[in-house]
């Protein structure tokens, strides 16, 4: 769609509308209701509050500006600035080793994102997994080093990440 923009002599000319971007603001300078859109969505995603009706309750806002707003804000995800890590292994059919993966993972401040294991064929199974380390996070290659480590781990492989 384009909007008629005229001319000094009257001729019209088509002018088109601004494009869409995505900028990064602080909601300090921003007015109260893109903060309130982010917690009415964030309220409904952690299961804090049923339904949008009840969250805008919760938060203090018409539902009809939330929605005039919901699909406009968005909450600035760390995650970008986080690394991924893809890690492939092969683990032992054997009761607790897979536990003992995630436990260890967890000790390495790692957030793990997806576990996905195979069936067990001739005693070991293998496993993919996504993970995401942000600061305070050891690195790719330690964890990796720290899962051979683990009882049971038969190989761990770094598939990608720095």
Request: a positive charge; hydrophobic letters at 40%; charged letters at 20%.
């Amino acid at each position: 769609m384009h909007r008629k923009e005229p001319y000094a002599t009257g001729i019209w000319r088509m002018k088109k509308p601004m494009q869409s971007q995505f900028i990064v603001v602080d909601t300090s300078v921003l007015p109260e209701i893109f903060g309130k859109v982010l917690e009415v969505k964030k309220l409904v995603a952690d299961r804090t509050e049923k339904s949008f009706a009840a969250a805008c309750k919760h938060v203090g806002i018409s539902r009809s500006a939330f929605y005039k707003y919901r699909d406009y804000v968005f909450a600035y995800d760390d995650k970008m600035t986080q690394r991924i890590v893809n890690l492939s292994a092969v683990l032992r059919d054997e009761s607790g080793v897979l536990s003992n993966v995630l436990t260890r993972l967890h000790s390495l401040h790692a957030n793990i994102l997806t576990v996905n294991q195979s069936i067990p064929v001739d005693g070991v199974a293998a496993v993919s997994i996504s993970l995401q380390c942000g600061d305070g996070t050891t690195n790719p290659v330690e964890i990796t080093n720290a899962l051979r480590s683990v009882q049971g781990v038969v190989e761990v492989r770094l598939l990608s990440g720095e």
